[in-house]
């Protein structure tokens, strides 16, 4: 102690030498380095083997592994780097060495403790891996690499996405518990798609969204799950606060509905008095409501029904904003007041003027009228429900947007999902559920 204390007298005093004035920010630093020194030492002490040590352990090929030598073990920790001493066993039979003390410590096969790497996990979900370490360095005063962020954030991402895949095959197998508790109200369901850079591999034999080149991208698909209770002064609903949680990953449809599925029905969906799934046009969407969710009333998000309309009026009356607006009248109240079929109509009989874009017209025509059931947003309104997907559209940006697409950023699908599966676990708020789950398993 007395080594430390002489080190930060010397600091203090070479600034005040230097400068003619104390200098905190350099006085902190230093204090904290020499308070890491000092909880290093304190710990190295603590983990050392106890001297009653097995002198023999069980082998997993069934045979005794028996005491060798104490072995050193280089660790960095939340106070700094330390060495600890632990027993080494060998197996006679098969000759596969342990130290039991590491699967103690949850050390074994790594150089990082586990306050280390759920920082490293907090870290890497949050920012780029190299500006992870920086703020490990900055903010924590521990000196790690770029790569080991990223291996232990995924590693945990991982873990989260493995736990997570347990709960999906119980409700695949049907097997998921009841959950009780108190009626909800009003419980929603909204999901979507969104692109991520992929590397090249990755995308290989896939079409790109412009033909006759490759695809860049894989769609990962986002759900969100929330509850509403109440509506404003005006009585707009409101989305209850801290209710909102997440799932994600780039997999097929199919997989995804279980997902979405094993959500929901964690969050109370069997409780919920009305049942609401909220989505854009998009099939995969309503196919998984109507096999998931039958019964639940579904609503297409009056703002994309709202861009379809002006897109094609972009199409009948190119660079012509006037035009397009004259286009427009009367029609976007239509939909807003949940008038389909006349705007069907109206769709259809701008072929007559617009013949070479009688293929557009048709494909949008088709849209209304296939999700004129999911248009009644006046009755949506008069039941207090929401009419926009604006959750999951955020939800994109910040969950998985502000992360995973940053400039320069290509992964791989099994790197992306395990950060997906990170970044919706913590924005959920389970993260902490998760860890102390962790830590009884271990």
């Known amino acids: 102690m007395a080594k430390e204390i002489a080190a930060l007298l010397e600091v203090i005093f070479a600034g005040l030498r230097k400068s003619g004035r104390f200098d905190l920010e350099a006085t902190e630093t230093a204090t904290r380095a020499a308070a890491h020194h000092l909880g290093g030492k304190v710990l190295e002490r603590l983990l050392d083997a106890p001297s009653g040590f097995e002198r023999e352990v069980p082998c997993a090929c069934g045979h005794p592994a028996r005491f060798r030598e104490m072995r050193s073990k280089q660790l960095t920790t939340v106070v700094g780097p330390i060495t600890i001493q632990r027993p080494y066993y060998l197996c006679g039979h098969c000759h596969q060495g342990q130290s039991p003390r590491d699967a103690e410590l949850d050390v074994q096969g790594t150089e990082c403790s586990p306050g280390v790497r759920r920082m490293m996990a907090l870290v890497g979900s949050d920012t780029s891996f190299d500006h992870g370490r920086e703020q490990l360095e900055m903010l924590a005063g521990l000196e790690v690499t770029t790569k080991a962020v990223e291996r232990h954030a995924e590693a945990i991402g991982a873990d989260v996405a493995a736990r997570d895949e347990q709960q999906i095959h119980r409700a695949k197998q ?11 109200r009003i419980i929603y ?6 692109g991520l850079p992929m590397v090249s591999s990755e995308t290989e034999g896939r079409v790109g969204k412009v033909e006759g080149h490759p695809a860049r991208t894989r769609e990962c698909k986002l759900g969100s799950v929330f509850t509403q209770t109440t509506v404003d002064a005006q009585g707009r609903p409101i989305r209850d606060e801290d209710s909102t949680s997440y799932v994600g990953a780039i997999e097929t449809a199919e997989e995804f509905g279980l997902r979405i599925y094993t959500e929901a029905w964690q969050r109370g969906w069997s409780r919920a008095q009305t049942k609401v799934v909220i989505g854009d046009g998009a099939d995969w969407i309503w196919n998984i409501a109507e096999q998931h969710f039958p019964g639940a009333i579904q609503i297409v998000d009056l703002f994309h029904a709202r861009q379809h309309l002006w897109e094609l009026a ?3 009356c190119p660079n012509n904003p006037l035009r397009q607006q004259r286009w427009l009248n009367h029609k ?22 617009y013949p070479e874009a009688a ?3 048709r494909l949008e025509a088709n849209y209304f009228e296939k999700n004129a059931d999911r248009m009644r947003y006046p009755d949506f ?3 207090d429900l929401f009419v ?3 959750v999951i559209e955020a939800a994109c940006k910040t969950v998985i947007g502000s992360r995973l697409k940053q400039s320069g950023m290509f992964w791989t699908v099994r790197g992306a999902n395990a950060i997906i599966a990170l970044r919706c676990n913590r924005l959920s708020g389970k993260f902490e559920d998760y860890w102390a ?3 009884e398993a271990a």
């Open 388 to 390: 926009g997907s604006g």
């Open 174 to 184: 049907l097997d998921l518990p009841i959950p009780f508790g108190q009626p909800i």
């Open 437 to 439: 789950a962790r830590q």
């Open 332 to 353: 976007l109240q239509w939909l807003d007041n949940g008038q389909i079929g006349k705007l069907v109509s109206a769709i259809r009989a701008a072929t007559e003027r």
């Open 189 to 194: 369901l909204e999901m979507d798609g969104t």
């Open 381 to 383: 309104r008069r039941q």
């Open 359 to 361: 293929d557009a017209i």
């Open 314 to 316: 972009g199409t009948l």
